[in-house]
């Protein structure tokens, strides 16, 4: 059994590029949820897909979107980017749509210059 | 709205000290309240969820509906309780986590 992998690990972007960051999810498990953590913060959640379709979103801009793949495995593409949306992007996976256990991945540093 | 706080951003113990770690949260309905925990170089990772009603490596929370508090405690502290610490509260059926700031503990020897 893999766990919750995520690529890359870290990420240099200017102002107004775009970004695509990936993740493939814990095997056995339909469910990918990215959540966005600035320094000092906990985790803020940005979306979830389940079985292919969005299942739920937070307070982002439509800058933030993302898709999930027949194998569940997952991308979070971020356009226009700006100076906050340096961050470290987690992606987590679970089995269901429910929220009873998370398993997270290691991250992808971004930073906006 | 949904909202969780940790009021202490820093918490440093003695081994073999008791711990708790403050969690309280604004939310009208029933929530599912959850700790969460990043040991050094480690992902984060759920420590414990409060209807399992069990203890994890020595961990309780018992949460408080009068209160709004899901505080994580443990007896006797250990140096490898050392990390950092996140409550985070989700409606039951929700897809989302809400996550506080996040404690730091530090246990001394």
């Known amino acids: 059994e893999t766990g919750v992998t995520q690529s890359p690990t870290h990420l240099i972007k200017t102002r107004g590029q775009q970004v695509t960051l990936r993740c493939s999810s814990q095997?056995?498990?339909?469910?990918v949820s990215w959540y966005q953590q600035a320094l000092g913060q906990g985790p803020q959640f940005i979306f979830q897909y389940y079985r292919e379709e969005e299942n739920g979103r937070g307070n982002f801009p439509p800058r933030f979107s993302g898709l999930q793949f027949p194998n569940y495995s997952s991308e979070l593409n971020v356009n226009a980017l700006e100076l906050d949306d340096s961050a470290l992007y987690l992606c987590?996976?679970?089995?269901?749509?429910?929220?009873?256990?998370?398993?997270f991945g290691s991250g992808t540093q971004l930073s906006v210059l | 709205a949904q909202r969780v706080t940790q009021p202490e951003k820093l918490l440093s113990v003695f081994k073999g000290a008791p711990v708790e770690l403050k969690c309280n949260y604004s939310?009208?309905?029933?929530?599912?309240l959850f700790w969460y925990v990043q040991y050094s170089r480690q992902r984060l990772q759920l420590l414990l969820r409060?209807?399992s009603r069990e203890s994890i490596k020595g961990f309780t929370a018992d949460l408080n509906k009068g209160e709004t508090s899901f505080h994580l405690k443990k007896p006797f502290a250990q140096e490898e309780d050392s990390a950092m610490y996140y409550c985070a509260l989700s409606d039951q059926g929700a897809q989302k986590l809400v996550f506080g700031q996040g404690t730091r503990l530090t246990i001394n020897p």
């Open positions: 409060h209807i």
């Open positions: 095997s056995g498990h339909n469910t």
């Open positions: 987590a996976s679970s089995s269901g749509q429910r929220n009873e256990k998370l398993f």
């Open positions: 939310y009208s309905g029933s929530p599912e």
